[in-house]
């Protein structure tokens, strides 16, 4: 860095700022995004390695697939959780747009703390225009996103989220012909008339029910928001003390990071293409 001098800052984001350096001899200019690093980042001749937080219990999903599905409690006890992450990232104006239970993940703790992940479809408000591209996994996909017109990234979100509790209840997709769940077009023709059921073996509450149906709903202006959602009775029953809104205000607030030396870690490796 010693070899490069700041002109201007060129835009910031929700995960760094860019800015315009020359270098101080050849006087080229260029540009520098610098991103707040949370763990360590090796440098090799040819690699980059980030230092990422290892999540030990792996993928929701596998947990699913090896239970089945979940009792009532425990997929409200992860559905919590998804929602506080998803929550936080609608509050730095970011929409994941592929939310499922390959892309959460769980650490290694007796009661297993949730990790969403893989953003490769995500967009920030900030710095895009509305979504309109139609991208995500299938079974997931909200009825707006595949009008191929703009759309509510955050709203579309929350119908992904309906689809992953209704899996976790279930042990099923809401919206896929049982008889034929290859079938993409007959999956579409579901999602677009919300065409779902609860099977007769799958005993929830009514408040459960009520969610669920307030959760997959076609227009997305008439659907239940992160906001309601947080204070739905079925999602405010059990919630952990430190999923509430105080004790996520004071934490956000404290600016404390997660003690690296706390965690067991797995390094991606990129290659560079120098």
């Known amino acids: 860095m010693e070899k490069y001098e700041v002109v201007k800052d060129l835009g910031a984001g929700n995960f760094g700022v860019a800015r315009l ?11 520098m995004k610098y991103i707040e690093r949370g763990h360590k980042v090796v440098l090799t001749p040819t690699h980059l390695a980030i230092v990422m937080e290892y999540a030990a219990g792996g993928e929701l999903f596998e947990r699913i697939c090896s239970a089945g599905r979940f009792s009532e409690d425990e997929a409200r006890y992860f559905f919590q959780q998804l929602i506080s992450g998803v929550n936080y990232c609608h509050s730095m104006q970011i929409c994941h747009r592929d939310l499922k239970l390959e892309n959460t993940l769980l650490d290694g703790s007796p009661a297993p703390r949730l990790k969403i992940c893989d953003f490769g479809y995500s967009k920030s408000s ?149």
Request: glycine residues 4%.
């Open 126 to 274: 900030l710095l895009h225009s509305r979504p309109k591209s139609t991208v995500g996994t299938p079974a997931y996909i909200a009825p707006e996103v595949l009008s191929r017109r703009e759309y509510d990234g955050k709203l579309a979100d929350v119908w992904s989220c309906g689809v992953t509790l209704y899996v976790m209840l279930v042990g099923a997709y809401p919206f896929e012909d049982q008889q034929d769940p290859r079938n993409f077009r007959k999956t579409i023709q579901r999602i677009m008339a919300v065409q779902y059921n609860i099977p007769d073996y799958v005993h929830i509450s009514q408040d459960c029910r009520n969610l669920l149906s307030r959760l997959f709903v076609a227009h997305p202006s008439r659907r239940i928001t992160l906001k309601e959602i947080k204070n739905h009775p079925w999602f405010l029953k059990n919630l952990p003390r430190e999923l509430t809104d105080t004790a996520q205000a004071a934490y956000y607030r404290s600016g404390i990071p997660n003690p690296i030396s706390n965690q067991t870690v797995v390094i991606i490796v990129l290659s560079l293409w120098i």
């Open 21 to 31: 350096l020359r270098h101080k001899e050849t006087k080229e200019l260029v540009a």
